[in-house]
């Protein structure tokens, strides 16, 4: 049971750059979830997903778009990587809204 | 969502009980008190969560003091793997949007 699957693992970029992460869950989870966690703070939501089609802002979505591809995945994409955009990035998903959220193992993405 | 307060840092004998605390003195009616842990630069990991009453799961207990405003996470067996960081998060039941502070940095020494 592989739970939330991140890819890449790391990655560098130059600035100007585009990528998109990807993430996807095999628990038939409704909610999915970006943070990203810069060294020393505590995690910050990007974008969530309430649903299969469905897409929201949270706290930080400047510099990001994503897309809810279908129930199982949901990618996170820099059009154009900033040095600001140098963090470490978690997707997580859970069953519903008040679920508890399961966590992947991370993408740390450096823009130089 | 209510905004909590953690202490940035703790230290906690090895085999003794850890009590991490957490204020949210904004605390609505309809939130809930949450608890991750982030262990290294891992993805943060579930502990618990509470409405009002008190919880207890394999992992933790959860106290929540009468009027809301606080709450104490406890772990009554501190290991050295234990050592992580700890989130405190309010959060309304129906909202996505689950913002993580700074927490609190419990160090298990031997």
């Known amino acids: 049971n592989a739970g939330v699957t991140q890819t890449p693992k790391f990655q560098v970029l130059k600035t100007g750059q585009s990528m998109t992460l990807q993430c996807a869950q095999d628990?038939?989870?409704?909610?999915m979830y970006w943070y990203r966690q810069d060294p020393g703070m505590g995690l910050r939501l990007i974008y969530y997903?309430?649903?299969?089609?469905?897409?929201d802002k949270g706290e930080v979505p400047n510099g990001y778009n994503v897309s809810r591809l279908n129930k199982r995945e949901f990618s996170l994409r820099l059009e154009s990587a900033a040095p600001s955009q140098t963090s470490v990035y978690f997707c997580?998903?859970?069953?519903?809204?008040?679920?508890?959220?399961?966590f992947g193992s991370g993408t740390q993405l450096s823009v130089l | 969502d209510a905004k909590t307060t953690q202490p940035p840092s703790m230290d906690c004998a090895e085999g003794r009980a850890a009590n991490l605390p957490c204020n949210h003195s904004?605390?609505?009616?309809?939130?809930?008190v949450y608890w991750y842990r982030q262990i290294h630069s891992q993805g943060p990991q579930y502990i618990i969560h509470?409405?009002?009453n008190n919880e207890t799961n394999e992992m933790a207990s959860l106290i929540i003091t009468e009027d809301r405003k606080s709450s104490t996470l406890i772990l009554p067996h501190a290991t050295l793997r234990d050592t992580a960081v700890y989130y405190c998060?309010?959060?309304?039941?129906?909202?996505?949007?689950?913002?993580f502070g700074a927490g609190t940095r419990l160090t298990v020494k031997p």
């Open positions: 997580a998903s859970s069953e519903d809204r008040e679920e508890k959220l399961f």
């Open positions: 628990m038939n989870h409704n909610s």
């Open positions: 997903s309430a649903s299969e089609g469905t897409t």
């Open positions: 904004t605390i609505s009616g309809n939130e809930y």
């Open positions: 509470g409405l009002k």
């Open positions: 998060i309010v959060r309304w039941y129906n909202n996505n949007d689950m913002r």
